[in-house]
Structures are given as C-alpha cells and as structure tokens.
Nanobody, 123 residues
Framework: QLRLAESGGGLAQPGGSLTLSCSAT????????IGWFRQAPGKEREGVSS????????MYADSLKGRFTIWRDNIADTAYLRIDSLKSEDTAVYYC????????????????WGHGTQVTVSS
C-alpha cells in the first residue's frame, strides 16, 4: 500500500521560497499521478498542482501559475513542490495525494493522502 509523507514546511518570509517534498513508501510512486493541495484556515481544500505518473504532464491552478513548480523523481519515490515569491495568502497546510486516475486538480479523485505540512508566511 502506498503511503505519503510531506515535509519541508515551516515559517518563511514574504518573497522567499520553499520546496516541499512528498516521500512515498510501499508501492512505487511511478504508478500514480501526484497532486498538491492546500487548505487555509476556514477555507476549503484547493488544488495547487498535479503531475502525471511519468512526469510528462503537469497542471497548475490558474490563480497560482508562475510561482509554483512541481516535479518528481520516481527513482527516489519523491515528488516536490516549489513555491517562489511567497505571499501571506500561501499560508496553509499543504498536502500531497496520489491517484491512479491521471493528473487532475480534483481532490475527489485522490484516494491516498499524506498528513500535510504547515506553511506559514509571515515577516
């Protein structure tokens, strides 16, 4: 069974950058598309980015294009999300998730989730 664990969150300053990692154990990550989602306090979970199982296709939420970069290393069973030019509104718990349905930003199609990593952007 695939299990996911996020890391790399923390306190960051506005304008800075963070790289989040999503490490997989169990069945190889290469069989799954990976999505990154975030949930801010009092808000619904939103899709940030996704990447196809072979890394050949990526998707980004329209409102977030340009500051987020997703990639993966199937040999290392790890996916990544880099956030540049951090803003206070990026403060949220960031989750990675896996699906066999192909890369999508629809959280309902993801069946395997990590526990999340907190990102707080503040000066």
């Amino acid at each position: 069974q695939l299990r996911l664990a996020e890391s790399g969150g923390g306190l960051a300053q506005p304008g800075g950058s963070l790289t989040l990692s999503c490490s997989a154990t169990g069945i190889g990550l290469r069989y799954y598309a990976i999505g990154w989602f975030r949930q801010a306090p009092g808000k619904e979970r939103e899709g940030v980015s996704s990447i196809r199982n072979d890394g050949g296709h990526t998707m980004y939420a329209d409102s977030l294009k340009g500051r987020f970069t997703i990639w993966r290393d199937n040999i290392a069973d790890t996916a990544y999300l880099r956030i540049d030019s951090l803003k206070s509104e990026d403060t949220a718990v960031y989750y990675c998730a896996a699906t066999s349905s192909g890369d999508t930003l629809n959280p309902a199609l993801y069946s395997i989730w990590g526990h999340g990593t907190q990102v707080t952007v503040s000066s």
